[in-house]
């Protein structure tokens, strides 16, 4: 993201806490809220984040066998790859968070993107 982007970001962050009435930090009950520090985070499942886990197969071997090997199992390595990327891509559609932090006790919140976005999207 860009600054302006950012800053539209936080601004519609900050913009959507106080219209709740969540200025306070339920932790420790200040006005704290690091608004500018906002930033956007994707949450992986666990069935996804076992998929990014799983490694290419690697071959070791120096000599011609081995290249000719690891060659063979480029298509394989690639198709793991793709999978994980899909699963991020997919996290980064249907799970796009806010997360933002008590700049007095740390305490972190994660916001829905989608629902702050559609909050931003009817005001204009």
Not at 55 to 65: A, F, M, N, W, Y
Not at 67 to 85: G, W
Not at 97 to 106: A, S, V
């Amino acid at each position: 993201m860009n600054s302006s982007e950012e800053r539209r970001s936080y601004q519609d962050v900050e913009q959507w806490m106080h219209s709740k009435g969540a200025s306070k930090c339920p932790l420790c009950r200040l006005e704290a809220w690091n608004f500018t520090e906002t930033r956007k985070v994707i949450v992986v499942g666990a069935s996804g984040a076992s998929e990014i886990g799983r490694e290419p197969q690697v071959s070791r071997g120096q000599d011609l066998t081995g290249i000719l090997s690891a060659i063979r199992n480029l298509r394989s390595d690639l198709m793991i790859l793709r999978s994980q990327l899909r699963v991020i891509r997919n996290a980064a559609q249907t799970a796009a968070l806010h997360e933002l932090k008590c700049g007095n006790c740390g305490y972190v919140v994660f916001l829905d993107a989608k629902i702050i976005a559609g909050r931003a999207i009817r005001r204009t």
